[in-house]
C-alpha cells in the first residue's frame, strides 16, 4: 500500500491530557496515510512494510499552530519592550504594508516558509495581509512545505492606517471573492480560511458580506478575540448592542456557527463568551508568549480547559517571536503558574502533560483526526534527536521529553512526516 511504512523509536503521544503514553523502543505503523498503531513488538502483519529505525530518538505527533502572522515573520523580535498599541503602530502596520511589493513579500514569505518547514509544526491557521496577489504567493511557498496550512487574505476596512486598509467592504468582498475562486481547491497542502482582522478593523457591513461568503463557500474563520483590555473597551464603543465581544462575529455567524472557527488571545473573554464558544466549538488559539510579550494579561487556559473547550496553541508571530510550539508549550505551563499567582488560585498550573495535549492533539483536533497516535489519526509525526542536550544521569523518556519541550528547537527536530510524506 501506499505510504504504509513503520518507524521505530520511544513513542510519545497524549489521547487525553493528563498523561502521556510512552511505548519505548516501540514501532509506529502507518497505513495510507493513517496510523494503524503503536506496539511494543511489531505485529506479524506488519513485517513487510518498510521500516525506518530511529533509535534512541523520540518520535511525538507533528504540532499545531493555531495561530500565526506570516508577514510579521521578519520583524520577530523587535520590539518586544513595547505594549500593544505601540507595537502596531512602530512594526506591525509599516511592515505588513509592504507585501503590497511582491518582491519584497518574496523574499521575506521564503525566509518565513524556509523556517516553518524545519520546524516540529506540521498543522498551522495563518494570517497573511489584505494584498491577494502575496497572499498567493505566500500559499505556493507554503505548498511546498508540506505543511498542511489553512492561509487567510485579511480583511480589515476601518480604524487602520491609510497606507495599510482596504477602500471599502465591497472592494474587500470583491478582493476576497477573487482571491476564494482562485485559491480554493486549487492545492494539494494549502487551503483558504476567511480572516476579518478583527472587530474594531471591520466594519458591521464588511463582517456582514464575510458571513456571506462563508456561507457560499463553506470556509472555516479566523480571527482574535478579548485580547487587551483596551481593546475590548473600543470593541464595547463600536458594538454598544453586543453583549459581550464575541457575539460582534457570532451575529454575522462568524463564531463557529456556520463552519470551524479559531479565535485568538481569549484573554478576558466572561462567562457568557466562554458558555457561547463551548456551545458552538469555537477553538480558542492560547498563545502565552504573545499573551507576556504585548503584555495583553494571561489567558485562564486552565478554565477553558476544565470547561471543555476547544483549545490549541499559537506561536502569534510575532507578538510572540517564537516559531516553536515546543516552545508555547513551555510557556503555557509557565504563564499558568502566573495566572494561578497572581490572578486567581484556585486556577491550578497547566502541567506538562496537558500543555503537550494542546499542542498536539489539542490544536491538531481543528485539522480533523491530527495530533495523536492512536488509530485512524493523519500520519503526522516528528523525530526529535536529544543529543545535544547531555545529562548526567541516564533520564527516561518523559524527562527527556520534558527537556526538549523546555531546552530544544528546531535543531532537535531530525525528521518530519506529514500525512505520511517524508518532508526531511
Ligand atoms: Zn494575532
Known amino acids: 500500500m501506499e505510504k504504509s511504512f513503520v518507524v521505530r523509536g520511544h513513542i510519545c503521544y497524549s489521547p487525553v491530557p493528563e498523561k502521556i503514553e510512552i511505548v519505548e523502543n516501540g514501532y509506529l505503523v502507518c497505513e495510507d496515510q493513517r496510523v494503524a498503531g503503536v506496539f511494543e513488538t511489531l505485529p506479524e502483519q506488519y513485517a513487510a512494510l518498510p521500516l525506518t529505525d530511529y533509535g ?4 511525538i505527533p507533528g504540532l499545531s499552530d493555531l495561530h500565526l502572522h506570516a508577514p510579521q515573520y521578519a520583524f520577530r523580535s523587535l520590539g518586544m519592550d513595547m505594549e500593544l498599541m505601540e507595537w502596531l503602530n512602530t512594526h506591525t502596520f509599516p511592515e505588513e504594508s509592504k507585501y503590497a511589493d511582491l518582491d519584497y513579500a518574496a523574499r521575506a514569505y521564503e525566509i518565513f516558509a524556509n523556517d516553518l518547514k524545519h ?18 504567493l505566500l500559499m505556493d511557498l507554503l505548498e511546498q512545505t508540506q505543511v498542511k496550512a489553512f492561509v487567510g487574505k485579511v480583511n480589515m476596512d476601518r480604524n487602520c492606517p491609510d497606507f495599510l486598509c482596504e477602500k ?3 472592494t474587500s ?106 456551545k458552538r466549538g469555537v477553538f480558542v488559539a492560547h498563545c502565552p508568549q504573545s499573551n507576556l510579550n504585548l503584555a495583553s494579561g494571561i489567558a485562564p487556559a486552565r478554565k477553558y480547559m476544565d470547561r471543555g473547550l ?36 484556585s486556577c491550578r498550573p497547566l502541567s506538562v502533560s496537558e500543555s503537550f495535549y494542546l499542542g498536539t492533539k489539542g ?6 483526526k491530527c495530533g495523536s497516535f492512536e488509530e485512524g489519526y493523519a500520519a503526522d509525526l516528528v523525530v526529535l534527536d536529544d543529543a545535544s542536550l547531555p545529562h548526567p544521569q541516564a533520564l527516561d523518556v518523559e524527562k527527556r521529553l ?3 519541550i523546555f531546552l530544544g528547537d528546531e535543531r532537535n527536530v531530525f525528521a518530519k512526516y506529514v500525512e505520511g510524506d517524508r518532508v526531511f
Request: one cysteine or more.
Open 363 to 368: 490544536g491538531g483536533a481543528f485539522f480533523g
Open 56 to 59: 534512541d530518538r523520540l518520535i
Open 402 to 404: 520534558e527537556r526538549v
Open 119 to 136: 520546524s516540529a509544526t506540521t498543522r498551522a491557521a495563518v494570517f497573511a495581509t489584505l494584498h491577494v496577489p502575496a497572499t498567493k
Open 168 to 170: 471599502d467592504s465591497a
Open 173 to 278: 468582498e470583491m478582493d476576497t471573492r477573487r482571491w476564494i475562486e482562485e485559491t480554493m481547491g486549487a492545492y494539494k497542502n494549502i487551503q483558504p480560511i476567511l480572516t476579518p482582522r478583527f472587530t474594531p478593523a471591520c466594519s458591521d457591513d464588511l463582517m456582514e458580506r464575510i458571513g456571506r461568503l462563508q456561507k457560499e463557500y463553506h470556509l472555516p474563520v479566523q480571527s482574535h478575540l478579548s485580547e487587551n483590555p483596551g481593546e475590548i473597551a473600543f470593541v464595547g464603543e463600536l458594538c454598544p448592542d453586543a453583549g459581550f465581544y464575541g457575539e460582534t462575529y457570532d451575529r454575522y455567524g462568524l463564531f463557529g456557527a456556520n463552519g470551524p472557527s479559531i479565535m485568538a488571545h481569549c484573554v478576558y473573554s466572561g462567562d457568557a463568551e466562554v458558555e457561547l464558544m463551548k
Open 310 to 345: 476547544n483549545m490549541g496553541l499559537g506561536t502569534d508571530i510575532a507578538g510572540g517571536y517564537s516559531l516553536s510550539i515546543l516552545r508555547a508549550m513551555a510557556d503555557a505551563v509557565g504563564m499558568s503558574k502566573m495566572y494561578w499567582r497572581l490572578v486567581d488560585e
